[in-house]
């Protein structure tokens, strides 16, 4: 099957798509006719199932309307697109165990896929002819805002449908907060938890899923199951990092800290991709130094013929940065982005440890940029800048991100076949971003897949296509990148992995692949959950058509 975004093609793998037209719902289930024998049988017949069927009322949740699929046909990359037959509405996590419960009845049971803000980049949060959860259903109604903060246990205990936005307000009203945070905020978290949920904190505390301490998990068997390191936690383990494979995540028990109120905001410029790492590799070792440290490379072409306006430098920054670039020659100017934060108690000599340590750094003397913000400003960055873009149309467009875990080794290697190469001359819309994290902050029995070196860098390629051909162009650089590492040996994983194959999920999951084969046979047998990752192919729907009573 093909799907068209603009003039650009995706293919939607036959495994989930032959013979299943985009009909609404009639494709899946007979559903007047199993409702008419649970009424002549009576609901003893078919157990505890038809049970929940009866008291949830799990059929007129299921929308069909072609406003409500239309939506969910898409996501935030914009590049694939597959219709569900259906978008299913809950109201508590047990509404979640029926609908799986009811798929798992049909003779060919039809795949479920949750779905919080649809950020994904390669239709991850697709369900091609089948259904698709809105998980924010969950925070509607009688079961309210699900954010509850313990603090004598140091935790939130927060829905899966809750926005980290949402977390982070929740939170600071106890003076709180989570140690880790994605540049964006407004995701969910069973969305990022279902990664990994990486961020300028990480080398310090690890990715979120480091800083979970138990999760509510709706399988694929229809299971409400409590997971823990102490408690069913080849699951709990599992379902970090495990891109929605073996159930949905709908509360999670995050540990949190003492909150900053203000944040020192630093951005150094480098024009020598030696000394931007070693730099970032000083940082990520000194414990007492930055509190977040992140990097960017900015392109040359992008200063010198790109839009000459910035949230973090004024015009005239912009313009010595301009002047920087064409000085030295370089493909690319790096930052390294910091942050120290700082509260009333450590305001008066912020600015004293802040100049201690720039002194150890080599970045360009005089291109050091300071800025004073909350710490809610700080971490909010992200959503700021969306709005300016949604405002321009730049915003809900085509994004074919790529994004890289490259091992410490290696990363010059990288740096020298893709900035220097494959995109010298470039002036992508977007942002680019490459800084290190330490190993020792990860937990290998997640599912998440790392290098193997204590130190990795991600590299982010988060570019957008707004005007005509960008998509293609952009598709095609990625393609070379991932070509460059494959024949140098660069040992590259994937961020939000997207694989055309399941040898080629294989190759991804290494050591790992038969763990998290025997995770799915035993919480996801008939592999019907997150069908859009294309790890395991899941049965085909029927294609009876079908009368349905839902609205």
Same mark, same amino acid.
């Given at each position: 099957?093909?799907? =068209?975004?603009?003039?650009?093609?995706?293919?939607?793998?036959?495994?989930?798509?032959?013979?299943?037209?985009?009909?609404? &719902?009639?494709? @899946?289930?007979?559903?007047?006719? &199993? @409702?008419?024998?649970?009424?002549?049988?009576?609901?003893? =017949? &078919?157990?505890?199932?038809?049970?929940?069927?009866v008291a949830l009322d799990i059929v007129s949740k299921i929308h069909t309307d072609r406003s409500l699929t239309a939506r969910a046909s898409s996501d935030f990359g914009h590049i694939v697109e597959a219709a569900p037959n259906g978008v299913f509405h809950p109201v508590s996590p047990a509404d979640i165990a029926a609908l799986i419960r009811f798929s798992l009845y049909q003779q060919t049971p039809f795949t479920v896929a949750p779905r919080g803000k649809g950020h994904s980049s390669r239709g991850q949060a697709l369900a091609p002819g089948g259904i698709v959860v809105d998980m924010p259903s969950l925070g509607r109604g009688d079961h309210g805002h699900r954010v509850n903060v313990s603090i004598d246990g140091m935790y939130v205990d927060v829905g899966g449908e809750q926005l980290w936005f949402d977390v982070l307000h929740a939170t600071l009203k106890h003076g709180l907060t989570p140690r880790v945070w994605t540049d964006y905020l407004r995701i969910t978290v069973g969305g990022t938890l279902s990664n990994a949920g990486i961020g300028g904190q990480v080398f310090r505390h690890g990715p979120q899923i480091s800083n979970v301490r138990e999760l509510d998990v709706v399988t694929g068997t229809g299971d409400m199951i409590t997971c823990s390191p102490g408690n069913n936690s080849d699951l709990f383990y599992g379902a970090l990092g495990g891109l929605g494979q073996f159930g949905v995540i709908t509360r999670a028990r995050v540990g949190l800290e003492r909150a900053p109120k203000r944040v020192k905001w630093v951005r150094l410029a480098y024009t020598d991709v030696h000394q931007f790492t070693a730099d970032q590799e000083l940082l990520i070792s000194n414990g007492a130094g930055f509190d977040y440290v992140e990097g960017q490379v900015q392109l040359n072409r992008t200063l010198t013929e790109g839009r000459r306006s910035s949230s973090f430098f004024s015009a005239a920054e912009l313009a010595r940065l301009t002047e920087l670039a064409l000085g030295t020659g370089s493909s690319a100017v790096y930052y390294i982005e910091g942050a120290m934060y700082y509260d009333d108690g450590s305001a008066s000599t912020v600015d004293r440890k802040l100049e201690a340590l720039l002194e150890e750094l080599s970045f360009v003397p005089g291109f050091a940029f300071v800025r004073d913000a909350s710490y809610v400003q700080f971490l909010d960055r992200v959503g700021q800048e969306e709005q300016k873009l949604r405002s321009a149309g730049a915003w809900d467009v085509p994004h074919p991100w790529l994004n890289l875990f490259v091992p410490r080794s290696r990363i010059h290697d990288f740096a020298a076949g893709v900035f220097d190469g494959v995109l010298r001359g470039t002036r992508?819309?977007?942002?680019?971003?490459?800084?290190?994290?330490?190993?020792?902050?990860?937990d290998d029995r997640m599912t998440t897949v790392t290098p193997d070196e204590d130190v990795f860098y991600a590299v982010g390629l988060l570019r957008s296509a707004v005007a005509a051909g960008d998509l293609e162009r952009l598709e095609r650089e990625n393609e070379a990148v991932l070509g460059l590492c494959d024949r140098a040996g660069i040992g590259c994983k994937q961020y939000l992995p997207h694989h055309a194959s399941q040898d080629g999920w294989r190759r991804h999951f290494g050591a790992k692949w038969d763990r998290v084969a025997a995770l799915k046979a035993t919480y996801d047998p008939r592999a019907i959950l997150s069908p859009g990752q294309g790890i395991f192919p899941a049965a085909v729907a029927s294609t009876t058509p079908a009368t349905i009573t839902a609205s």
């Open positions: 099957m093909q799907v =068209a975004n603009s003039s650009y093609t995706t293919h939607i793998p036959n495994i989930y798509c032959s013979n299943m037209p985009i009909a609404r &719902f009639a494709t @899946l289930l007979v559903v007047t006719g &199993f @409702l008419s024998t649970v009424g002549h049988l009576g609901a003893s =017949a &078919f157990g505890a199932l038809d049970d929940d069927l992508p819309v977007g942002l680019i971003l490459m800084y290190p994290m330490n190993r020792d902050r990860w």
